[in-house]
């Protein structure tokens, strides 16, 4: 029996005598009544008593495992975050605070990976300045506009704004064109999130044989904003059920990610390509790569490495990667 089953048994025992003493009393009394009025009190609150004790016994096996529960997850898991290479430990959590946040910087990195980015990361996306520039813009055109019809005419307005000079008449006419611009990356992500974008995005749904000039739009404040400000689409449907195209989304490169979404992208990309071409992908140069990770690349200050990128054409960094490690073997 446990220290805590004893306890309990000791006090179902005084209420017991508690009980007995109160009846013996209450016989005895000419005060009959008053004594045992007096007694449902203290019997009502030794019996609240037992109830709490009562309550205590939840430390039994199951509680006890449902409490373990708690505990670990309260305990924080660095192992997630921690990836090793030839007896080396790389923290991404520091790596995320080390490198260059900008979406350019990360841009062949998340295309490497094809990293998705969901409703919690278009939200943390750091637009700054720039972005509440091009949604009070949009805004502005938007509620100057105000017509169901003409989103490209008004969006190229907003383009316009900065330096992004777009052609054509049909909104899905700028898909290509922002893909091929220097200031733009495209995200992959749902169209179910667009309303959890941060201001300044720019979203497209491409034209379908039901909905044949397609739309464009910025995002402010989780809505649309073009040639008037709308609810945001998340479904690809218009009010009257006709289906738009595939939708696309678009920011500036110079956009930054936040610490956490790196991260992620960090652990997306760790499970397809090794720490070396990871680190040389978002470096671009051997020599770029901070001393603190230089531990997790081959011995790129060799010759051999450096020849390789000067050949005519240029290999592509991962096969100058994967020539480096060849000529390192034979």
């Not at 034209?207 to 073009?226: C, L, M």
């Amino acid at each position: 029996m446990t220290a805590l089953s004893e306890k309990i048994a000791r006090l179902k025992q005084q209420i017991a005598g508690k009980k007995q003493n109160i009846s013996n009393s209450a016989a005895q009394s000419p005060h009959q009544s008053r004594i045992q009025r007096a007694a449902d009190r203290l019997r009502l609150g030794l019996t609240s008593a037992a109830a709490a004790v009562s309550m205590l016994s939840p430390l039994s096996a199951s509680n006890r495992g449902d409490n373990t529960a708690i505990a670990k997850k309260k305990t924080f898991d660095t192992s997630k975050f921690q990836l090793k290479q030839n007896g080396n430990i790389f923290d991404i959590r520091e790596f995320s605070e080390q490198v260059d946040p900008s979406l350019g910087s990360l841009e062949e990195l998340i295309k490497a990976c094809n990293y998705h980015f969901d409703a919690e990361d278009l939200k943390s996306i750091n637009t700054g300045n720039l972005g509440k520039k091009i949604a009070k813009k949009a805004t502005q055109i938007a509620i100057q506009d105000n017509n169901e019809t003409h989103c490209f005419r008004s969006w190229k307005k907003v383009a316009a704004s900065i330096g992004l000079k777009i052609t054509g008449i049909r909104a899905d006419d700028a898909v290509e064109q922002l893909q091929n611009s220097d200031k733009i990356i495209e995200l992959n992500a749902s169209r179910e999130d667009y309303a959890s974008c941060a201001d300044g995005l720019f979203g497209v749904h491409e034209r379908s044989r039901e909905k044949p000039s397609g739309h464009i739009f910025t995002t402010v404040n989780g809505r649309d904003a073009s040639s008037k400000i709308r609810n945001m689409n998340t479904t690809g449907k218009d009010a009257k059920g006709k289906e738009y195209g595939p939708g696309h989304l678009f920011a500036l490169k110079e956009y930054q990610c936040s610490p956490k979404t790196i991260q992620k992208i960090f652990q997306k990309a760790a499970q397809e390509m090794s720490l070396s071409r990871i680190l040389l992908t978002v470096y671009k140069e051997p020599e770029r790569v901070p001393e603190q990770y230089q531990a997790f690349v081959p011995t790129l200050s060799e010759p051999n490495f450096i020849d390789l990128s000067k050949q005519s054409p240029k290999p592509s960094l991962l096969a100058q990667i994967d020539l480096y490690k060849n000529g390192r073997n034979q």
